[in-house]
């Protein structure tokens, strides 16, 4: 296994043509295996490994606001990589990513302390 290295520069990892709204692409940006995710009018970077088993996620279903792992029943917010349903546990690293009028670019992982969400699982009980 190869060991991850820091993204230590911003790298252009896409052109901004490659991807339409609603979509993602897996790309590598300093070692690591990143997901761009383009919706909601805007570009998102994030780890490309599910941590609910491990499955890489750019067959992930984008919808509004959620990534869809197309393995299993896990969902993350695509804005900052935080756990919406389990089986996943950990949130995605969510990079920086800059992007102009052609290129998409990646660099290091983003500062923000995710706020807990709460988790949905099978024995939440629903309040209608
Ligand atoms: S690979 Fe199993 S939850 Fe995503």
Known sequence: ?????SIAE????????????GTSKAVE????????VYAGGDYFALDNRCS???GELQDAR???????CARCPSMYYYRHG??????????L???QLRYDSEAIYVGPEKGIKIKEHKVVTKETPIKW
Request: proline residues 6%.
């Open 1 to 5: 296994m190869t060991t991850m290295k």
């Open 10 to 21: 911003m790298t252009k990892v896409a052109l901004r043509k490659d991807l339409t709204p």
């Open 52 to 54: 609910g088993c491990g």
């Open 82 to 91: 935080g756990v919406k349903r389990a089986p996943a546990a950990e949130p």
């Open 62 to 68: 984008v919808s509004v606001g959620m990534l869809s």
């Open 29 to 36: 940006a300093g070692g690591q295996k990143i997901l761009l």
């Open 93 to 95: 690293k969510a990079y």
